[in-house]
């Protein structure tokens, strides 16, 4: 979020992902986040055994760059990889153009653009592998504990 506030307005108990750091509030509460800031709200958060596709295995590693900022140039890399063998085994145009974008996203610095980019496609994915365009072969992709 470059340049402006953003107010965010959470529950109890909701967690935020703010430049590595993780805030959970005890109430119901407003923050206003005044400068630039990298930060992710739990709702977001793609847990590790939901990472069972391929968009959604690039979706778990992006999340990362925000998660753990420290750990931004090994996630970068193996974005990147990872990018580069799912579009080997999807079949549909439309799928491919949305990571080649989110995959621009990331790589010009804008990781939740990325993030909400390959949200939008996760329906269109499943519908993809349901008739066939994305086919899995088991040495395309990384292992889970990879993209971990």
Do not use: C, W
Not at 109 to 132: D, H, I, V
């Amino acid at each position: 979020m470059k340049g402006s506030s953003i107010k965010l307005h959470m529950r109890a108990g909701e967690r935020i992902y703010i430049n590595g750091a993780v805030v959970r509030v005890d109430r119901k509460t407003a923050l206003e986040i005044l400068n630039d800031a990298s930060f992710l709200l739990e709702n977001h958060v793609l847990q590790v055994e939901d990472a069972v596709t391929p968009v959604k295995q690039l979706y778990f590693v992006a999340q990362s760059l925000l998660m753990d900022p420290n750990e931004s140039r090994g996630a970068k890399d193996l974005f990147r990889r990872m990018v580069v063998d799912t579009l080997k085994i999807v079949g549909d145009d439309e799928l491919s153009a949305g990571i080649k974008t989110a995959d621009a996203e990331l790589s010009g610095g804008s990781p939740f653009q990325a993030l909400k980019t390959l949200r939008r496609l996760f329906e269109l994915e499943a519908r993809a592998m349901g008739n066939g365009r994305i086919t899995i072969e088991a040495e395309a992709l990384p292992s889970r504990s990879a993209a971990a």
